[in-house]
């Protein structure tokens, strides 16, 4: 069985290995503040372009959602944030058990819109009882979104713009960020997150690392007393090196970028191999999730030999599925793929 | 001005006030521990035909919800209820607050049915990831609801026998019980909400009480230890006895059944008025909320002298509006705008 | 039986329900923006010489606590108090409930001081640890506290002065607040605590109210979307009217201090009676709680007649116990129980 | 620097690094389900002579209480530990942070007993007013504790018989359970552990780890849903074969117990170098932490070679601090600190 079903399905690049085994014995402090931590952290300022951001490592997504928005948020304010956004389907209610309310955005294609920002938040206040609801507090978007489709520099720009209008700290879960940055169409820099958005994280756990999530944040109210708030909610890992290790070594030498570009190569390949048979694709995604409309047959034969996701029922004798790849997706078991759809 | 805008416009009933009066300097014990508090939870008792029922008295209605469901759930399920809900939408995530999500089901009348209760539950289980979604803990709806529908015996029996199916207990929000079962078309007791619900309220705020609501539970699993949720919460009230007075008198004389039917007769009245005018109403309410779609220049004429809610808006040149009547209504104030209404 | 257990067994005074009585009919909105909660809030202000203060309501202390002490802080601050303190002890964990740990500071008499503040504010911050720990968020004390005891104008100023100095918030529970200012010994005044506090109530339920406190928010900075969190804990009456009308009566006249004198005479008479037999005192209250030391014969003697609270064992044959008063005890009741005392 | 502060500076054993690199590219699922994660938790139920059990991985110490406790406790009920109970201190009010209360009991070296346990039951429920009051709803202890001691066979039975008839679950935090286990005193056995504690965790970070922590459930009332609570605490590490393979390793051969009995050791010759020199230790411990009185001379002079933590000021001109062995520990440092002592 070849696994396409996610993108976290081995373990870690092998420079990340080495650089893991290389330092076992260093004697380093804890929580963090480690010389690891503190060079992974200034290469990523670098990156973004941001010298004066804090950086903070978590070791998963929904750990590093939780902590950003119940580091921003007042107890009667909540999240908003498209319907299919990860802090509202698949953390278990995460936020909620922080005590806020997640105001979700219809979407299809798991992006939304300054207009949807404005429009709710303006139906909030022109409820005469706004008192009664739950106030906006923040802005959560995706990029790549869950759909794997990604936004352009235009329309984070107008959502940066409307959020700052609105006094909405905009945050943004980039557990998939290195996949957005390597698609063909995207526009977007790690300076642009760090210049529109208040707080974003860049994930490492799907993007080359074991595990690992590094939070940027830049604007200066919402830098205070988070480690705090990494702690209470149990994410402050004790021998933190390892997570400044991982990010040291994913921003030296472009590596992050080249897995990045890898997975999305692989990606558009076997994009391109449903195209050629007719296969649609259930969302626009040029990032490393690929969601095509499979025929009943077709997903059966495929089946037997690859693993993939069921996404969800789409009318007659068809589903869509989802195909990922990732930093370690060997280019031959693509090849096999590819050769086997065009058989199908 | 004469007001329709909600039914807690008043204080309270007289009988209510003259009790109050009687009993003002008797010596009791607090914190709903008193003699009052006895007779009242034995007349509920009686009126619920369920002599096992704990009672219990709160304040009000948020503080009921908020109290019933964290007192039910496990840290990681939610509360399953109609979009419309007020849980939902007007408690300012009270409900999150206590660190659960609400689970809405589309509803545009405010109803959910047995169908809807079950898809949630089966899309919860079904999705290979199950324990990344909230759980579905248990199901809460308004009876009447938010836009003054109501159940039928036959719509509460299937609801009913699905929750027990599928091990969720069914909680009702009675804040406006008296009124639903004061409608024309109803075919529910409240020996039907006991034997029916695992635990629901009899609103007394909206009903002729100063304000008071009672919660009667039933599943015994779910009665244990409910005092400590009523304190930790907030809502225990030091005299307890005036809510035990409130409802003593409320249960006494058929007062409750009395006053809800003058409070639906009045808003049938109402109702009349606009048909006849031809006017078109946005829910198809037998209870004390009307919610008739005027054009703006009846909606404006009205304003001089009524006050009423604006609902939402309703396409062009019109608004749904609606009117609210209580056990309060004056029969000459009704008068007055029915006669307005047939000369607009 | 003659109840001396407590400072809630009776009603409210006369002149409130009366005020009910005549405004019975009134119609007004909800929520508590009605007139006569602005009268209240405009008299509390005169009273407090606290003109810019913004003054809330609500309906009982458990709930007033949670209210302004979940509003101040961030999830990782707690509220520093007394051991003895109300929140710490018997609210049933609600400002846990909240998120929030209560940092508590050894008691005996009920007080905290400046010093103790500063050392529990420097214990947090020299520990090497301290994100590890919870960071004092705000000083809660109560005054009268929950034994009866009372601080001097110097204390309150000295704690004033070090929480200022400290960042932290200075949060006052006036559950008892009137029988602290009828003290014999008493040199505050409410514009001393508007002056030097952040946030306090006034209590209303055991100084004459049916129910209610008062809370009084003199920091602006703690002002923004109070009434989301009054309506987020369920604290937001409906016919929010019934606290302005009791507050507006009882801030009316003098009657607030009047009806506190009246409870604070009498607890002085049975103080005395209790000294005159050579009964000492548990705790040093000049308030409406008492606390003598009871040898057990006189003990049993007193509980055939009257009703009173045992507090604690107290060594070989005692017990302390509690005599409350209130504006309601009775003069007659008073002298009866001076005359058993005298002879027992 | 030679570094005896913590037991967490370096990475992890050999053997754990090995088996990463090993199987470094197996494609597995993610979320502990995977047959790495299988295998280790059949080996842990082996070592604890517990079949039926249920085992999970998480990846740290605060993480691992705060779901263990979160999932037993209704919202009423708070968690009973000592004083110095890592929960209770240096977890940032993690547990407060879910809504529960944490019950102190004073100790001293860390303990806490049967009685004790049984006294704060007590006095809970002898409290007229016991439904204002947090009602202990678990026992939380630490074996070795925060200073280092353990409990013995007869205390840990007594303790759980005390639960056990109290309907207290018992629950044990075992961060450092390997160096407990390896004391010379040691009379306990994982099987005793899963014989008489209903949840407990057995420690990796310290232990030989890069980092995780084996929950064991033996009471089958608490084991329902608990994935739902490790996923919604941010807990689900998405790669969760990295745990399994560490646990699996460490259950392997012996090397949780070869690793430990190192470290303890290592500790046992410090704490025989200091005592020859005359100096007494504040906490009788037989395990890897070791907390001797330093006159301050002494102090300051193996500051210079060796970092050590503060831990608490001790009269005149001594400071307690703690040495800190672990399974990292080399032989040669200790020698070289054992020299120094000898000659300072």
């Known amino acids: 069985m070849i696994r396409f079903e996610c993108d976290y399905a081995e373990g870690a690049h092998d420079a990340i290995l080495k650089k893991l085994s290389e330092t076992n014995f260093e004697q ?12 992974a952290r200034a290469l990523i300022r670098t990156a973004c372009k941001a010298e004066a951001a804090d950086v903070h490592f978590l070791v998963g997504g929904t750990q590093a959602n939780t902590v950003m928005i119940a580091s921003i948020l007042r107890p009667h304010q909540g999240a908003v944030c498209a319907t299919t956004g990860h802090i509202a389907v698949h953390e278990t209610g995460a936020i909620e058990a922080t005590g806020h309310k997640v105001l979700t955005i219809p979407s299809d294609d798991g992006k939304i819109s300054a207009e949807q920002i404005r429009a709710v938040h303006a139906g909030h206040w022109n409820d005469s ?28 720009e107008a959502i940066s713009a409307e959020c700052r209008a609105l006094g909405l700290p ?20 790690l300076a642009d997150f760090a210049r529109l958005c208040d707080m974003f994280y860049i994930g490492g756990t799907k993007v080359g690392a074991f595990f690992g999530e590094a939070v940027v944040i830049t604007n200066d109210a919402l830098k205070k007393d988070f480690r705090y708030h990494i702690k209470q909610r ?22 992050y970028e080249s897995v990045s570009r890898h997975a999305v190569a692989q990606a558009m390949r076997i994009r391109k191999a449903f195209e050629t048979k007719g296969i ?30 069921h996404w969800e029922a789409y009318g007659d004798g ?13 280019e031959e078991h693509v090849e096999q793929l590819i050769r086997d759809i065009a058989v199908l």
Request: include cysteine; proline fraction near 6%.
């Open 170 to 189: 905009l945050v943004v879960d980039g557990a998939r960020m290195g996949y957005g940055l390597a698609a063909p169409d995207n526009d977007l820099s």
């Open 129 to 156: 009882t706004h008192e009664h609801m739950v106030q906006p507090g923040l802005v959560y978007i995706s990029h790549p979104t869950e759909n794997g489709t990604t936004y352009s520099k235009a329309e984070l």
């Open 318 to 330: 068809h589903t869509v599925v989802r195909f990922c790849t990732s930093w370690a997706t060997k």
């Open 28 to 39: 380093t402090p804890g929580y963090g503040v480690d010389p690891h931590c503190e060079s």
């Open 234 to 255: 149990g994410g402050m890992l004790a021998k933190g090196r390892l997570l400044g290790i991982q990010f040291e070594t994913l921003f030296t030498d472009g590596l």
């Open 280 to 309: 649609a694709f259930r969302h626009a995604s040029m990032t490393n999730q690929q969601f095509p409309i499979l025929p009943d047959g077709m997903k059966k034969a495929l089946a037997e030999k690859y693993s993939f996701s």
